[in-house]
């Protein structure tokens, strides 16, 4: 299994950002899919998860603190993972890790992350 995220950054509050995440070793389309994130000093905190079917599929969950702002899919035939942050603010600064299984899983069987940094 083989999970590679990237699309981090430094941004300005109120700006906006995209993830992605390539995967690999395992048949994407059949499990659910997660974000988390560690912000510095912290644990890992859960974003956002997708469950199993297609690119605009309703089964999707968010954080309180950022429903509304981020926005999780999946493209099944490409494999691949998205999040889309808007309206960033600096309490999201943090690694931020895709990870295989729902929201209850244990995030063992994640990516190296990558870094988002909001700052002025």
């Known amino acids: 299994v083989h999970l590679v995220e990237s699309g981090g950054g430094l941004v300005q509050p109120g700006g906006s950002l995209t993830l992605s995440c390539a995967t690999s070793?395992?048949?994407?389309?059949?499990?659910?899919m997660t974000w988390v994130r560690q912000a510095p000093g912290k644990g890992l905190e859960w974003v956002s998860s997708?469950?199993?079917?297609?690119?605009?599929?309703?089964?999707?969950d968010y954080a309180d603190s950022v429903k509304g702002r981020f926005t999780i899919s999946r493209d099944n035939a490409k494999s691949m993972l998205f999040l889309l942050l808007n309206n960033l603010k600096p309490e999201d600064t943090g690694m931020y890790y895709c990870a295989q299984g729902g929201s209850t899983s244990d995030y063992n069987v994640r990516g190296q992350g990558t870094q988002v940094t909001v700052s002025s």
């Open positions: 997708i469950g199993t079917f297609d690119t605009w599929s309703r089964n999707t």
């Open positions: 070793g395992f048949t994407f389309e059949n499990y659910a």
